[in-house]
């Protein structure tokens, strides 16, 4: 067990819906990641936070956007959903904005019908 | 941009053989490398890190890495693989010296160990 939690652990919707992703970092860590796994793009950065402010985008689609609270969990949402978005999204979290290592959350497994 | 190339999609290994994974890396500035594993159902999980000073790092459950920085490579080693090992391993970069960068992870290799 990481530390790293992720709600849900499986999402099943229809094309065209809007879904939220939930992440709580591991107990003092900064900075949270959201990655992307799908077969075909394998594991993909979306988007970083650091502190309740955005750090960095990745290949973050524009239908796409996250936020962080200043309890320091993070929400990915997904809009206009579409069949290529099924895929396995993971969180991670780093301690210290200087500190190289990410730890990973379980993933919600997302899955567009 | 930096990209990670893993050059064995899936390997497949009878216990007690070696394994040796191959990584290597495109940026040319410091990098901080890692190899992560992924056993069926669950989350990424650290299996070693390099930041700097010794080239040859060992990490958890008997793996072990060397970092080649005139071959921009990060190779995954083990003397002798488990069935336990099977799963998915990816290995990673991100820019050193800059704060919590993101990860750049390679396609990934899928070992088989058969019993």
């Known amino acids: 067990d990481s530390g790293v939690t992720q709600t849900p652990k499986h999402l099943i919707t229809a094309t065209g819906q809007r879904v939220t992703l939930r992440c709580s970092p591991r107990s003092g860590d900064l900075s949270v990641y959201w990655y992307q796994q799908s077969l075909d793009q394998g594991l993909q950065f979306l988007i970083q936070?650091?502190?309740?402010?955005?750090?960095a985008k990745g290949n973050i689609l524009e239908r796409f956007s996250a936020q962080q609270f200043p309890d320091l969990h993070s929400e990915l949402n997904l809009s206009s959903l579409e069949l290529g978005d099924s895929a396995l999204y993971f969180c991670?979290?780093?301690?210290?904005?200087?500190?190289?290592?990410?730890?990973f959350g379980p993933g919600t497994r997302l899955t567009v019908t | 941009a930096q990209s990670v190339s893993q050059h064995n999609h899936h390997v497949i290994l009878s216990e007690a053989a070696s394994l040796e994974l191959g990584c290597n890396y495109s940026?040319?500035?410091?990098?901080?490398l890692f190899w992560y594993v992924q056993y069926p159902g669950q989350h990424l999980q650290l299996l070693l890190k390099y930041f700097s000073g010794d080239p040859l790092v060992k990490g958890i459950k008997g793996f072990e890495a060397e970092f080649i920085k005139s071959k921009f490579s990060f190779n995954l080693r083990k003397p002798s693989v488990q069935w336990s090992d099977t799963a998915e391993y990816f290995c990673?970069?991100?820019?050193?010296?800059?704060?919590?960068?993101?990860?750049?992870f390679g396609k990934g290799t899928t070992l088989s160990v058969s019993s």
């Open positions: 991670a979290s780093s301690t210290r904005d200087r500190s190289y290592e990410q730890y």
């Open positions: 990673a970069v991100n820019q050193g010296n800059q704060a919590g960068t993101a990860l750049i």
């Open positions: 940026y040319g500035g410091t990098v901080n």
């Open positions: 936070y650091y502190n309740g402010e955005e750090r």
